[in-house]
């Protein structure tokens, strides 16, 4: 029997292209200033030999992974590599605090034993929910971090635990997959802003 759907996925998967494309639009001139800032706040860490922890789960963890490797290897110019560090991918690390203790403590623990006063974490969480996350948001300001929270909607319980050194980044839509699609453009727009600060050049130049 012949498939005659390929017109509806055809439709439904354009729909998908002009949603996200309409949110991003919409969200360019809410987002950019608290972007560029955050971008500044990462260059003064790097630049005192400070690092960026990353943090996340699920795609979000894959987020804070390729954030980490664009910063430590290179984005779209040439430059020394940069002190970042993904906590999402050392399993051995991972599984025996989970194992030992407990999930919630699995980016904590990592942050208590390797952040510094004034190194920064970034913390992405879709919901702003993920107890592991609010974890490591609390061990690293009490460690005198500065935190950039990548959240969706309202930023959930992540929201209300910053404070005034810390920088909010919401994509304020309901879609996981949306909210997901806009992170992925903001963490680019913070390695190139990283990048124009420190060596200049680019392709917007």
Same mark, same amino acid.
């Given at each position: 029997m012949a498939y005659n759907g390929t017109m509806n996925l055809i439709?439904?998967?354009?729909?998908?292209?002009?949603?996200?494309?309409?949110?991003?639009?919409?969200?360019?001139?809410q987002l950019a200033a608290p972007v @560029? $800032? +955050?971008?500044?706040?990462?260059?003064?860490? =790097?630049? %005192?030999?400070?690092?960026?922890?990353?943090?996340?789960?699920?795609?979000?963890?894959?987020?804070?992974?390729?954030?980490?490797?664009?910063?430590?290897?290179?984005?779209?110019?040439?430059?020394?590599?940069?002190? @970042? $560090? +993904?906590l999402t991918t050392d399993s051995s690390? =991972?599984? %025996?605090?989970a194992n030992d203790y407990?999930?919630?403590?699995?980016?904590?623990?990592?942050?208590?034993?390797?952040?510094?006063?004034?190194?920064?974490l970034l913390a992405i969480s879709?919901?702003?929910?993920?107890?592991?996350?609010?974890?490591?948001?609390?061990?690293?300001?009490e460690r005198e971090m500065a935190v950039i929270a990548l959240t969706g909607k309202g930023g959930g319980k992540l929201a209300e635990l910053l404070t005034g050194n810390d920088i909010h980044l919401s994509v304020p839509v309901s879609s996981t997959a949306r909210v997901q699609e806009v992170h992925i453009l903001v963490l680019h727009c913070l390695c190139d802003a990283i990048d124009s600060i420190l060596v200049g050049g680019g392709q917007n130049e």
């Open positions: 439709t439904r998967i354009g729909g998908h292209f002009q949603e996200s494309a309409q949110i991003k639009l919409a969200l360019a001139d @560029a $800032l +955050a971008a500044e706040r990462m260059v003064q860490c =790097l630049i %005192s030999d400070g690092k960026i922890l990353a943090c996340g789960n699920g795609g979000s963890a894959a987020d804070a992974q390729h954030f980490a490797a664009e910063l430590l290897n290179r984005f779209e110019v040439e430059r020394p590599p940069l002190a @970042a $560090l +993904a690390t =991972l599984t %025996s605090i407990q999930f919630d403590q699995i980016f904590s623990k990592q942050v208590q034993a390797l952040g510094r006063p004034h190194d920064v879709t919901s702003g929910q993920s107890t592991n996350v609010l974890e490591a948001v609390k061990a690293a300001q």
